[in-house]
Structures are given as C-alpha cells and as structure tokens.
C-alpha cells in the first residue's frame, strides 16, 4: 500500500516550497479535509484498526494491511474475521457509552460520545481531519520523539468525492434514490459498515469544544484496510489537479521550528488544539466534565484489558 502512495506523493525540501503547497486554495465546490501524521511511513487508519493490528497480530486484518492486492482480493471476497473486528470495535463503544450514562442536562447519542471517545484516546472507527491546512501541519509535527524515516505527512484529501462517485454509480440503476444514499453517507449510527462522512451537529460541539478549536471532521472508516486505499481509488479516478485532488506530502523535520514559528503566530498551539471542557451540567462529584470524561476512560482502558484477557485467539 505504501508503495501505490507514490501516485499522489510530494516531497520538499525547503519551508517556502511547503507553504506554497499549503496555502494553495482549493475549488469552491470541492470540500477538502486535511490531516497530519508524525511519520511519513505511517498508514491512515483508524485508532480501532492499529488497536487491532497491534492486539490481534495474527488475524487476516493484520496480514493483509499493507498489501495492495491482498485488500483487493480480499475485499471481493469478505474477510472472514470481519464479524470479529466489527464486535470488539461495538464492545469497547458500548464499555464507555456505560459509563458516560447521562450527563446531565446534555443531550447524548451515539455521535456525540464517538467523538469523545477518539478524542480520549479510546480506539475508534473514527479518522480525525481538520479543514484548516495548518492545523493539519500541527499534528504532522506533534511528536515527542523524532520519526526515523526523518518525514512526517501532511494530506489533503476529498472524501465526499468518494461518497458522490458512489452514489453517482449506484444512482444509474433506477430503483437507487441518489439524494436518499448520499444522506446515508452523512448520517452515522450505531452498526454502520463502510465510509461515513458524518456531519457534526451544534449538540456535537457543545459536548466537545476541541472539535471547534480543531475545526474538526471525521471520517467513520469501520473497515479493515487503511484509508490510503481510498485515496488511491480517487486518484485513479481523478488524478492529482483534477476534481478529486489527493496529496501526501512529505516534510522534512529539519523544518520544525521554523513551521512551529509559523503556526504559533496563527494561534495554533498545544493549548489551543487541547482545550478542557467545561459545563455546569456535570455528572456530581466531577469538577469539570474533562476530568469526568477521563475517569471513565481509565475504566474502559481496564474493561479493554479484561476483555484482552478473556478473547480467544483468532483462528486462521
């Protein structure tokens, strides 16, 4: 897979190239999402996915994570350890949707506390992108220690390509409504398989004001190979300057200070990319709805580990 990568790969070398690249506007009509990844080596996949890979090391999910045609071939056939994959991910939700349970006078579901969860470090189904490109070159470069391929990514991506292309194929058998499926792909509910493209609504922000200082998006990505496949496909449909614009670009870390300097001036900084959450509607016994949300956190990270424990090994 990260070998197809370098159909839509860019590197540079020096500050001025990079900047030119980012602050490069898009089409009016073409909604684009970015995201940073700390090394240029890393896949895009959900914390769900590399949760998996990393516990369950020997599954067919893990064995064909990398590999192009395996994805491929596999994706034709259905892999059979899906249904696994897809119970742990609802398992590890319902653990921390239990211990939310009503918190107070905000109005929960199952959105909302997905996005809590990815922000709190539980694995997800959920890809973080932002709509801001130099927010996204904030996460490229927040690491604590240097990447050994001496790169980190930034990329830009369109995933409502993706869903239109969809919809625009199904919609020509006539008993597929096109508006109907693309508001499928917009909605997210507890069960969804395949690419979502939630929109986030104002209770979601109230429950998560990082999303707002993030200018966040997700996309739900419930599936076994790495979002980098999709790009893929896009860029085979519509190479790099046409409609369905992707790009990797790879930076050096040798430009971090000069990028930090940059972003601190456009107020993008750890404090305010990582916001406590405040309300007064607050489970009792919580001094912020932060610290609540964080305490029941390290209990599902416990459950996980009991869960762990318990799990029989996949067999091939």
Not at 97 to 116: C, F, I, T
Request: glycine share 4%; net charge negative.
């Amino acid at each position: 897979m990260k070998e197809n990568r370098k159909l839509y790969t860019k590197t540079v070398g020096e500050f001025d190239e990079l900047i030119k690249i980012i602050s490069t506007p898009t089409l009016k009509n073409l909604h684009t999402v970015y995201r940073g990844q700390a090394n240029s080596e890393w896949l895009i996949q959900s914390s769900f996915s590399r949760w998996y890979i990393e516990n369950y090391p020997n599954s067919e999910a893990a064995i064909v994570i990398d590999d192009l045609k395996a994805i491929e071939e596999n994706a034709k056939q259905g892999i059979n350890n899906r249904e696994h994959y897809y119970l742990i991910s609802d398992q590890i939700f319902d653990y921390f949707s239990d211990e939310l349970g009503v918190l107070g006078e905000l109005e929960r579901n199952y959105s909302n506390s997905l996005y809590l969860a990815q922000h709190y470090d539980l694995p997800t189904n959920l890809i973080d992108f932002t709509f801001d490109p130099y927010i996204a070159l904030f996460f490229a470069f927040d690491y604590e220690n240097p990447p050994e391929s001496g790169y980190v990514s930034w990329f830009k991506t369109t995933p409502w390509f993706y869903a239109q292309a969809i919809s625009n194929a199904a919609s020509q058998n006539s008993f597929v409504d096109r508006t109907k499926l693309l508001e499928k792909f917009t909605a997210l509910n507890k069960g969804d398989r395949g690419l979502r493209i939630p929109i986030i609504s104002h209770t979601d922000k109230e429950f998560n004001i990082r999303i707002n200082s993030q200018k966040g998006s997700f996309v739900y990505f419930p599936e076994v190979f790495p979002y980098d496949k999709i790009m893929h496909m896009m860029e085979c449909w519509q190479p790099t300057g046409g409609w369905g614009s992707q790009l990797k670009v790879d930076i050096p870390i040798s430009l971090k200070y000069e990028i930090q300097d940059l972003l601190t001036s456009r107020g993008i900084t750890k404090e305010s990319m990582y916001p406590e959450i405040y309300h007064q509607s607050i489970p009792q016994g919580s001094n912020s709805l932060d610290i609540f949300i964080k305490q029941c956190v390290e209990r599902v990270k416990t459950k996980i580990e009991n869960l762990l424990k318990e799990s029989i090994e996949i067999t091939q």
